[in-house]
């Protein structure tokens, strides 16, 4: 017996010692970063702590070595690190340092100055480079005190710890002032020039999406309307790479048993030799439950092919190959090879191929799609099709799979333009401990269909954001929609005028200001050219209403109505005068008992009144001013350029009336 103590004492020292060398080892590995927001030319934000943060040698001490003031913190068991540090009095640019177990990073050309976040969907998104007046300016922009940092677009299921990397901070000047957003860089550069300080702009935004994305979990409990994807939310506690990797790790059995055991992976129908007799023709979308096929109650694989030439003329050294939503599963080949899977029907089954791999002419594509539950097939909105899409395709039966020993893959299943929460949690909640002046936003496009909703979501959202942020009254700045599409003949209701109301319903909340854009959009284009006047009107409102400087930013706005006889009196509200700029005012519709409305006529009595008539109307009731997606040309303006507000007098139901969230049903 005491052989064996003294025998398993030994072992259990080297295991020990085995261990001990290994987490050793480990640590090591463990090299000093930081959060990808800092990174040298960054502005921070003056007159607030500093919390900087990252990763390092668990146990192991960091400096940080601020001027002639030195810090020090460590880093936890898991590696994390984080440091409030406060702000110094610096006009000039300087270096900030950081020293961890034989690391050590140093970022140069630091400045401090007033940080803003601009979010939101493409107009917000769109860079400078996207225009034909942007390119110009990369070649005379000189301005080194606008500096831009771009979060990576991502999406996540949890609050994520940090951005992912990918991009550092920039100088808005020559070639990589075509990266940063164009609304941003315009408010910046009228901001800049009048306060004298660096401006630092955080651009973190995403073509095509709603609000819901963009909110948080604890803005989705104040309302019903998400009660069914709160549950889901809540009842998941994994991160978008620790459910990738789960699959990666099942995958590792799953293919073999599940995905890729059938006839038609063991018959190869992918190669392009494949005699189609038995396919049968189709036309996409196809969903095969529904088509009255004979598959009804069917699950299991269904093969699609189609045959595609290569775009006369086409340069480019990569070919999109875009079949939008399979469900629930896809593997696509070209030519008979694999170029791909896609899983889940909210993702996109989309793949960039090199150009060496397409054929001039009869390129071959064959898609396989599974499907354990539910309705299978291939899916999109006629919006949203291609010519690939809408091409002649052929399908076949596969094998069917026991949808009761079947084994369903858990993945990251979610729409990216509407998923509520899935935004955010990657690319806001990571910036919520970092300093901000404010925030502007540009978005609203994607919620038109759900105008009048907004009314209640937008302010509740604001509220939440400066929540988020520790600051109860964080300036939040946003842009009133843009006209779009050609100007009507005759009055319409308008989602586009419901939304453009509800976004001015926010200004009752403090803090908060709005640009008028109703004048500078397009028929043809629904992203507005002049940035330049979208960003001045930004500029204005925060000139106003955060620096306290004597400018107007306030666009005119409705005050009363009064009606005398057949005649609608309106007051404007104006910091100045309004002019007209032509011979007679459009925009304005006149309605009585029966609610239908009319163009009117109008008339400028002074800088603040206006006379509405119509002769179709004998007894006006209500007014109704630029209500409409492109109401035309707008020319009631005050002397700084700011246009009348659109305004309804009216509390008719919209056309956008009940409309709400709802997790599977899509409003256009």
């Not at 550092?168 to 990589?176: R, Y």
């Not at 609304?183 to 609000?211: H, N, R």
């Not at 079947?406 to 509407?418: A, E, G, L, R």
């Not at 009314?455 to 400066?466: G, H, L, M, S």
Request: hydrophobic share 40%; with cysteine.
């Amino acid at each position: 017996m005491h052989v064996y103590n003294k025998k398993m004492k030994k072992l259990f020292f080297l295991l020990s010692s085995v261990l001990l060398l290994t987490d050793c080892i480990a640590a090591k590995t463990q090299t000093l970063t930081l959060s990808p927001v800092f990174s040298s030319h960054m502005v921070i934000q003056r007159d607030e702590n500093v919390l900087f943060r990252g990763l390092a040698t668990p146990g192991k001490p960091i400096q940080i070595k601020w001027g002639r003031i030195k810090y020090k913190t460590s880093a936890l068991k898991d590696g994390r690190w984080q440091k409030f540090v406060p702000p110094i009095k610096q006009k000039d640019a300087f270096n900030i340092s950081f020293i961890s177990n034989g690391d050590t990073i140093v970022l140069k050309d630091v400045w401090m100055g007033d940080v803003w976040l601009c979010s939101g969907q493409s107009n917000m998104e769109f860079q400078v480079g996207n225009f034909k007046w942007g390119n110009e300016e990369a070649k005379t922009a000189t301005n080194t005190n606008i500096r831009f940092y771009s979060v990576p677009n991502r999406l996540d299921l949890v609050p994520a710890k940090d951005v992912v990397e990918g991009e550092s901070w920039k100088l808005a000047c020559g070639e990589d002032l075509k990266q940063v957003s164009a609304t941003a860089y315009c408010f910046a550069k009228s901001l800049q020039s009048e306060i004298g300080v660096p401006i630092g702009l955080i651009c973190s935004d995403w073509s095509g999406t709603m609000l819901e994305p963009w909110m948080s979990r604890d803005m989705l409990r104040q309302f019903p309307r998400y009660k069914e994807v709160l549950a889901q939310l809540d009842g998941n506690t994994e991160s978008r790479d620790e459910i990738n990797a789960n699959l990666t790790k099942l995958r590792g059995t799953w293919d073999s048993a599940y995905f890729y055991n059938e006839t038609g992976i063991k018959e190869q129908w992918y190669q392009p030799d494949t005699i189609l007799e038995g396919w049968k023709p189709v036309k996409l979308p196809f969903m095969w439950q529904t088509a009255h096929v004979g598959l009804d109650h069917f699950f299991g694989t269904v093969w699609f092919k189609s045959r595609f030439d290569l775009p006369t003329n086409y340069r480019g050294k990569t070919f999109r190959i875009y079949l939008a939503q399979a469900k629930d599963y896809s593997t696509v080949w070209l030519n008979g090879e694999k170029i791909g899977d896609a899983f889940g029907d909210k993702n996109t089954t989309d793949f960039w191929v090199p150009i060496s791999k397409i054929k001039e002419k009869g390129n071959e594509l064959t898609v396989r799609v599974m499907s354990g539950k539910g309705n299978g097939g291939i899916e999109f909105h006629p919006m949203w099709g291609s010519d690939l899409l809408r091409g002649d395709w052929w399908y076949k039966v596969g094998q069917a799979v026991d949808t009761a020993t079947f084994v369903y893959p858990k993945i990251m299943n979610i729409d990216t333009y509407s998923h509520p929460t899935a935004i955010y949690n990657a690319m806001i909640a990571p910036l919520c401990t970092v300093g901000i002046k404010g925030i502007i936003w540009y978005q609203g496009e994607s919620n038109a269909p759900r105008g009048i909703e907004y009314k209640d979501v937008f302010p509740a959202f604001i509220t939440d954001w400066r929540a988020q942020f520790g600051k109860p009254l964080l300036p939040f700045f946003f842009v009133q929609l843009a006209n779009m599409d050609p100007v009507q003949d005759k009055p319409v209701e308008s989602d586009w005028a419901e939304l453009r109301e509800a976004q001015s319903k926010a200004l009752k909340l403090p803090a908060t200001g709005m640009a008028v854009a109703i004048d500078l959009g397009g028929a043809n284009n629904i992203h507005p050219q002049n940035k330049q006047e979208v960003g001045r009107r930004l500029a204005l409102n925060v000139l106003e209403k955060v620096y306290g400087k004597p400018v107007n930013g306030t666009a005119p706005t409705f005050e009363s109505l009064k009606i005398e006889n057949q005649k609608a009196l309106i007051r404007i509200k104006s910091a100045t005068s309004l002019e007209l700029r032509g011979t007679s005012i459009n925009g304005f519709e006149l309605a009585g008992a029966d609610r239908v409305y009319y163009k009117a006529q109008a008339r400028l009595i002074d800088g603040s009144k206006i006379e509405v008539t119509c002769d179709k109307v004998e007894k006006p009731l209500t007014v109704r001013y630029d209500w409409s997606k492109n109401p035309g040309e707008t020319n009631l303006y005050d002397r700084g350029n700011l246009p009348l507000v659109p305004f309804r007098t009216d509390t008719f139901p919209g056309v956008t009336e009940g409309r709400i969230y709802d997790l599977h049903k899509f409003y256009l």
